[in-house]
């Protein structure tokens, strides 16, 4: 008699231990906001580099070198412009049947960065011959990127509140409570965009044109995914 009635009890516990973990949510109701706003790259990076091959790599790394550091120099008289060593690499170079190593290549970076774009333009003009223009990339300053998303992430969440208000008087509602929110922030940077009056090419005098730049603009955007349960009368 004991067991029949302990089965009873036991499935009755079991049942409310389950109503318990798996709550019944009623009137929630899904939202997402997005916000977006251009900002202005203010940051400009070069990179230059030399390349080289000779046969014997010791003569070779001391040109390279050489070519760095004249570069270095140079760039660093410009308190305005950061400059710093890039990559540096050799490799060996193969006969046609790539069983011997009949030569050495090395290659070696210089990198100007600055938010004065037209200065580090000027100082990437006076390298240009003795170096080569590998790339020239604009990008957003970390702190013009926070102070962005930071303005956003107010206009996203009123946005979401916008929104959750929408949605409540279109279900009866007469009020509703944030159930959850999560606040993403993207970062879309575009394309470099360089532009020159002449072609960037070695003229007969060994000088090259220093390169006009447009920075562009990079779209930063916010948004706010969340849930809202409405409160129905």
Known sequence: ????????????????????????????????????????????????????????????????????????????????????????????????????????????????????????????????????????QFSLSPSSRSQTEDGLIKQAIEAFRSRADIATQGLGGNGYRIVQLNLNTQFMQPRPYLRSNKVMAMAADMEMATPAVEGGEADVTVSADGVIEVQVP
């Open 1 to 136: 008699m004991r067991s029949f009635l302990i089965l009873p009890l036991v499935a009755s516990l079991a049942f409310a231990g389950q109503a318990l973990a798996e709550p019944l949510n009623y009137n929630q109701v899904s939202l997402r906001a997005e916000v977006q706003q251009a900002v202005n790259n203010d940051t400009l990076t070069v990179t230059l580099f030399t390349e080289e091959q000779d046969t014997d790599p010791a003569k070779l790394a001391n040109r390279i070198t050489a070519t760095l550091n004249k570069g270095l120099e140079t760039a660093r008289q410009n308190s305005s412009v950061k400059v710093s060593s890039g990559n540096r690499y050799s490799q060996p170079v193969y006969d046609e049947k790539r069983q011997n190593i009949v030569a050495w290549r090395e290659r070696g970076e210089i990198r100007l960065e600055g938010t004065d774009f037209a200065q580090v333009s000027s100082v990437t003009g006076e390298l240009l011959g003795a170096l080569s223009l590998e790339s020239m």
